[in-house]
T-cell receptor
């Protein structure tokens, strides 16, 4: 069964305290792994797409990496404005663009000043 | 780029009435759009996949006669909640995948908060 698991469920950091969020996946194939950020009461905001093991993407304080079984979202020197829920999703490798993404349940990140 | 809008952003309606929510891709065309529902502090729950010019594909357990989806153009999909009841109160979010570019990213709208009284 295709599955995406995110950990931890919640993470509290002090401002400047770097850490990583994990997204492990089990799918028959992989046509892309996606990271999103969601603020309360808003729709998810697209961050990154990773396609193959070894690929890395960066945006400001965020860096996403991908292996054959998991992805990490590294947050370097976070600021309070990085507080949000981070969602991971995978395209399971069949069906093309009409197929749904499989989402994890998210990691709620709180960065305290 | 890749902006998706939703209208309205919030709506309050009385039990038994119908509500229509619009989802528009503003700067790209989308053959496929998706409708999600999200309960407080929970992840996204896919309701249906909307395909331009054809019938929507509903997820198991989603009543197709209650949640009517129309994808009339490459930039517009609508979700109509018919005969709404308080249990339909939720946060509804749409997303769209660009027709061109070859990727599978979904770009999300800002969401619509529906409250049924």
């Amino acid at each position: 069964e295709d599955q995406v698991t995110q950990s931890p469920e919640a993470l509290r950091l002090q401002e400047g305290e770097s850490s990583s969020l994990n997204c492990s996946y089990t799918v028959s194939g992989l046509r892309g792994l996606f990271w999103y950020r969601q603020d309360p009461g808003k729709g998810p905001e697209f961050l990154f797409t990773l396609y193959s093991a070894g690929e890395e993407k960066e945006k400001e304080r965020l860096k996403a990496t991908l292996t054959k079984k998991e992805s990490f979202l590294h947050i370097t020197a976070p600021k309070p404005e990085d507080s949000a829920t981070y969602l991971c999703a995978v395209h399971p490798g069949y069906g093309g663009a009409t197929n749904k993404l499989i989402f994890g349940t998210g990691t709620l990140l709180a960065v305290q000043p | 780029g890749a902006v998706v809008s939703q209208h309205p952003s919030w709506v309050i309606c009385k039990s038994g009435t119908s509500v229509k929510i619009e989802c528009r891709s503003l700067d790209f065309q989308a053959t496929t759009m998706f409708w999600y529902r999200q309960f407080p502090k929970q992840s996204l729950m896919l309701m249906a996949t909307s395909n331009e010019g054809s019938k929507a594909t509903y997820e198991q357990g989603v009543e197709k006669d209650k949640f009517l989806i129309n994808h009339a153009s490459l930039t517009l999909s609508t979700l109509t909640v018919t005969s709404a009841h308080p249990e339909d109160s939720s946060f509804y979010i749409c997303s769209a995948t660009p027709t061109t570019g070859g990727g599978y990213e979904q770009y999300f709208g800002p969401g619509t908060r529906l409250t049924v009284t």
